[in-house]
């Protein structure tokens, strides 16, 4: 993977759900980063704040039998996260594992 130092320091990847699709990304890192190692040039220039001051990166996790809004930007990611809901601004186009299949809203 290029562009390694936009990324914090990993030793492995992590399991997490994207609209029901598993993928693998790096650990330590917050779920923006982690969309952006999934798909650079989208995530790279999508309208991001990357500080929490806009709602475009809003992702709805998984919590128990309840979803629960988070800021993608500020929250790290963790193994076995489900994300069920993105802002439509969220375009995962590809990722290292399958380069097939869009993941988020079209």
Known sequence: MENTDLFEPFDRLVEIEILG????????NTLLRCFQYLSMESISYGEFCWNGD????????????????LMSCRAVVEEGMKIVRMNEEIQITSNPDESSNAVGQS
Do not use: T, Y
């Not at 993928?23 to 330590?28: A, G, L, M």
């Not at 806009?54 to 809004?69: F, H, S, T, Y």
């Open 21 to 28: 699709r598993k993928v693998s990304v790096p650990e330590n």
């Open 54 to 69: 806009c709602l475009n990166c809003q992702v709805w996790i998984q919590n128990g039998d309840k979803e629960k809004a």
